[in-house]
């Protein structure tokens, strides 16, 4: 794992390659590029692991290329829950909810992300406004279709929630 410039990778980094993710759909070029210029890019290598459970939940990354797998710790036991594709964020819940993280990343092939931490989100909110609330909705929209795989699955292998 490690950081790069936006000249120095292979991949395709242009806002209008980018908004083609859930994430950044329907963002203004100019507020991407924000993004891309006042974030941190990580490149990893395939097997590679972004962050671990328990790590602190400051920050969460963009895949811009690539994917991630996610897999979820809870009493002592780890799953695969999901695979983080183009576009798409991982992290994200940790850092809204202020806790730390609840499993770890771990690159499924070489891929690229951009790292957006606490203070970056608060900064784009003052300085972007409007692609802000786009984006706060683009990352809603993410967690609300994972939220329903999740309760697909535990539908599927009959699993009930004592609430």
């Known amino acids: 794992m490690k950081t790069v410039l936006k000249q120095d990778t292979n991949y395709n980094l242009e806002p209008s390659k980018l908004k083609e993710g859930s994430v950044f759909g329907a963002l203004s070029e100019r507020s ?15 097997g590679e692991q972004l962050f671990d459970y328990g790590d602190k939940g400051d920050r969460f990354y963009i895949v811009l290329e690539g994917r991630l797998d996610f897999y979820k710790t809870h009493n002592n036991q780890t799953s695969h829950t999901r695979t983080i594709n183009f576009g798409e964020a991982v992290g994200f819940v940790s850092m809204i909810a202020l806790h730390d993280k609840v499993g770890k990343a771990i690159a499924k092939e070489n891929s690229i992300v951009l790292e957006i931490t606490s203070q970056l989100f608060s900064d784009f909110h003052d300085d972007h406004a409007f692609d802000f609330g ?30």
């Open 134 to 163: 786009i984006l706060l909705m683009n990352l809603s929209r993410d967690m609300a279709r994972s939220l329903r795989v999740l309760g697909n699955a535990l539908v599927e292998n009959h699993i009930s929630i004592n609430t």
């Open 32 to 46: 991407i590029t924000y993004l891309l210029n006042n974030g941190v890019l990580i490149e990893l290598d395939a």
